[in-house]
């Protein structure tokens, strides 16, 4: 993509609304823009990224044998008040009237809706377990949208819904989902550490929050040290196995939110407790029979008996992550993102459009790696150097190749490494080398 042709609204001067980095850059480097409180248009550059961290959300469910689909935003009142939650969710959901005056709701999670379509579907204990999950945007009027898209009133949510037989095949798709989300946030370069959690509106008895330290993170967190140590699962995990030793391990030491803190641990653990804010990127649940009881969703067991459906539900803040991912990895200058979900893998500039040297191999270069596969932004406009690298730096692609006439007389340009900062004299024909860490 040559800068010349992009649509990247940038801006110079910090708004004043953005009260941390991730909000702040995310305005500036033109990854999003405000249409009302909590609302947002992603942008070309920010929708990549919301794109990318899709994508790995999306791999990893799948291999966990999840399978994707997609649920409408509206969904009819009435599977709400069956399931006794249209009162109990109050204002924060939006309530709408058709034309024909019936009372529907623009989705804040999806228990109801997939738990009607399970009911009407599943029939025997044949067709169990399954996992269906979906990427969909929510609607939560949150009293006080803030922090660009950490609190918003519409976001992109994973949503995973699981259905098994009985208690042991619940707890099966719950820690296939624990695991799966210890490797999806790795995979963006974060460190989420689970945390014993409040089932809130959602209800249940079993419940963990994955949380991304930050200091702007909204909640208060408390854990042992030491768990900062424990291995996630590579790719060789294999999700059909027995999962439980993995999430013991994990659950062996204590961490939560304040909502779930303990003071008598606290003081047990003296120099190894940790106090930290977090980011809650993810939360999962265990809730049994909940919604298919209250919504008569069951299955006929290998006797022939009617059997309730166990339940469980797996959320991840997918636009919530962009910011998440912004605040654990950024400087002064703006953002530093990881590869994997990167809007662009390789940024160049021509610092001199005047010149038909710089010009020609600038092109050339934006050819070559192209053709590699990697996914290029060329600025080629007319601007003084400093302004290119200061964008370049906000906008936070993980290389930059820098090309100029000084450069060029010895057949060489400057590669820079935006994360470490390092630069260096490349000449043109090893270019590709160094980008593809040959
Ligand atoms: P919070 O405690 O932050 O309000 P929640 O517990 O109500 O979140 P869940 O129902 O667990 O949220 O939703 C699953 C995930 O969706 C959360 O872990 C979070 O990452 C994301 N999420 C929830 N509310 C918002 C929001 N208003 N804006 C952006 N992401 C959100
Ligand atoms: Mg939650």
């Not at 379509?117 to 399954?130: A, E, F, G, Q």
């Not at 940790?274 to 909940?290: L, N, P, S, W």
Request: glycine share 8%; hydrophobic share 40%; net charge negative.
């Amino acid at each position: 993509m040559r800068l010349t042709n992009y649509f990247l609204p940038t801006l110079r001067e910090n708004p004043k609304e953005a009260q941390i980095p991730s909000h702040l850059f995310m305005l500036r480097a033109g990854l999003m823009k405000q249409s009302s409180a909590g609302i947002y248009s992603w942008l070309p550059l920010g929708l990549k990224v919301l794109k990318n961290i899709e994508e790995i959300v999306r791999l990893e469910m799948d291999r966990t044998g999840s399978q994707e689909m997609l649920m409408p935003t509206i969904q009819p009142a009435e599977i709400w008040r069956e399931s006794g939650r249209y009162e109990d969710y109050g204002k924060e959901m939006l309530r709408i009237v058709d034309r024909h005056d019936r009372d529907m709701l623009y989705g804040p999670t999806n228990e109801e809706m997939i738990t009607d379509l399970v009911r009407t579907t599943i029939r025997t204990y044949k067709d169990l377990p399954k996992n269906l999950y979906h990427q969909q945007w929510k609607f939560r009027d949150e009293v006080r949208p803030r922090f660009g898209v950490m609190r918003g009133k519409e976001f992109l949510m994973k949503d995973a819904y699981s259905f098994d037989l009985d208690r042991e095949g619940a707890i099966r798709s719950y820690n296939q989902m624990f695991i799966a989300y210890l490797r999806i946030f790795k995979q963006m370069g974060l460190k989420a550490i689970p945390m014993k959690a409040e089932t809130g509106p959602i209800g249940g008895d079993l419940s963990h929050e994955f949380l991304v330290l930050a200091d702007t993170g909204e909640s208060e967190v408390f854990y042992h040290k030491d768990i900062l140590n424990f291995n996630v699962p590579n790719d060789e995990i294999d999700y059909s196995s027995d999962l439980q030793m993995i999430v013991d391990e994990w659950t062996s030491l204590y961490a939560a939110t304040s909502e779930k803190a303990d003071q008598s641990v606290h003081s047990e653990l003296a120099e190894s407790l940790m106090t930290a804010r977090g980011i809650e990127v993810g939360h999962i649940f265990y809730f049994g029979t909940k919604y298919s009881k209250a919504m008569s969703a069951s299955v006929a067991d290998s006797n022939g008996n009617s059997r309730y459906l166990e339940m469980g539900s797996y959320g991840i803040g997918v636009s919530r992550l962009v910011g998440a991912i912004i605040e654990a990895s950024h400087d002064e200058k703006g953002i530093i993102w990881p590869e994997s979900v990167a809007p662009f893998k390789v940024g160049i500039i021509n610092l001199r459009k005047d010149d038909s040297l710089c010009v020609k191999e600038s092109d050339l270069l934006y050819s070559a790696i192209g053709d590699a596969g990697l996914s290029v932004l060329y600025d080629d406009r007319d601007e003084s150097g400093g302004a290119k690298f200061a964008n370049m730096d906000l906008i936070g692609l993980p290389w930059q190749v820098i090309i100029g006439p000084r450069g060029l007389k010895e057949g060489q340009v400057e590669v820079k490494n935006r994360a470490t900062d390092q630069k260096q004299s490349v000449p043109l024909g090893a270019v590709l080398n160094v980008l593809l860490g040959r």
